[in-house]
């Protein structure tokens, strides 16, 4: 029989169906295992959600509006809606008022409470939502609606063992990082002085995977760790007073690297933010869906467990020291195998790569990415 896939056009209804995390943090649905491509926003301009569906995305995140469900159910798609935390009485019967009404809508996916709640600009050690309350909203939503899964999205900063407190709120965890940003931009409300929203070292894109690795430490065994990718120039955050200088979009190229840096990294589910922001012909849309049309092809393979392959990398000189070097995943593909690979560095990385009977010699650009199926 022939394998049903969750994205795109090919979704299936999710009436009388359950969402839970599988033990690897992936995605089931109704039992299938699902890679997960969604957007914040729905791009700028006319037919926004053919557009989005056309690409793969089959999850949006919506107000609770009925014209909204309607438009996901008429293009094969679903949403997902934010309750909010409870902080006291009023909050705990607005949620279950509104878990109670949306959850016998089979639009809605999953649940969303607060967004980066450990998040406060400028005070770190200051939390935007304690994760007590974040917990105590978890519990509520879950005994109105034990058939969805939760979502939980934080800021890239904070210790791991900080955001771990939050967990017991989640059943998805994900960190927002946007990397791509113009030197000397001004300040920007979720920078830091030196101008990056990231704190880590590494200030290049490939940041995109340390994260995953960082959100898979927070997260821990049993739950998803989705990554959400920049969909957006940050001088377009700013009300006013743009300098037009400093709009800096991500490229095709930096686009598809970080999408595919953090599957190698084990992400089980990717979100763009930001697309409110970016007018249409900046290309940056064009640039996401090239990328989502991509790993919708690849659903099945993305939505697998990685095989234990042996990679050998044997690395030859360019004239360039070597940093992170070659990253990959290897994931099933019918009765072969599909190997993912990305050069983490900002020089070009020239390798000959082995796996059994499988020899192959590769020139990655800065930030390359291949896929090879056997």
Request: hydrophobic share 40%; net charge positive.
């Amino acid at each position: 029989m022939r394998r049903r896939t969750f994205l795109g056009g090919a979704l299936a209804a999710f009436a009388g169906e359950t969402a839970r995390v599988d033990s690897d943090g992936m995605l089931l649905v109704d039992g299938r295992r699902t890679f997960v491509l969604g957007l914040y926003q729905l791009p700028r301009g006319p037919d926004a959600w053919r557009r989005a569906a056309e690409a793969g995305f089959h999850v949006v995140h919506a107000d609770a509006k009925p014209d909204q469900l309607a438009q996901a159910r008429a293009h094969k798609m679903h949403v997902w809606l934010t309750a909010g935390s409870k902080r006291g009485p009023r909050d705990e019967t607005r949620i279950r008022k509104f878990i109670g009404r949306w959850k016998q809508s089979p639009e809605v996916l999953f649940w969303e409470t607060e967004d980066e709640p450990s998040f406060v600009w400028k005070k770190p050690k200051e939390f935007r939502v304690p994760p007590e309350v974040i917990r105590e909203t978890y519990r509520l939503i879950k005994s109105v609606d034990a058939a969805r899964p939760v979502y939980l999205n934080h800021a890239p900063t904070n210790l791991a063992s900080t955001l771990a407190r939050y967990n017991p709120g989640g059943d998805l965890i994900a960190t927002d990082i946007y990397p791509v940003v113009p030197h000397g931009i001004r300040e920007l409300y979720a920078l830091w002085p030196d101008g990056r929203q990231g704190d880590f070292l590494n200030s290049t894109i490939s940041q995109v995977g340390s994260y995953t690795d960082k959100m898979r430490q927070v997260a821990g065994p049993g739950r998803g760790v989705w990554m959400v990718l920049q969909g957006f120039a940050w001088e377009m955050l700013r009300e006013k007073d743009r300098d037009p200088k400093m709009i800096r979009y991500p490229s095709p190229a930096e686009t598809r690297f970080m999408a595919f840096q953090a599957i190698v990294h084990g992400a089980a589910g990717l979100l763009w933010w930001g697309l409110h922001t970016t007018p249409e012909g900046a290309g940056l849309w064009e640039s996401i869906a090239a990328v989502a049309r991509e790993l919708t092809g690849l659903s099945r393979e993305l939505a697998e467990r990685p095989l234990r392959a042996d990679v050998q990398i044997e690395y030859h000189d360019t004239g360039h020291s070597l940093d992170r070097g070659i990253e990959w995943v290897c994931k099933p593909s019918g009765k072969g195998s599909v190997l993912i690979a990305v050069n983490a560095d900002r020089n070009p990385v020239e390798v000959t790569m082995r796996s059994g009977g499988w020899r192959h010699r590769e020139l990655f650009e800065p930030f390359g990415v291949r896929v090879f199926r056997s």
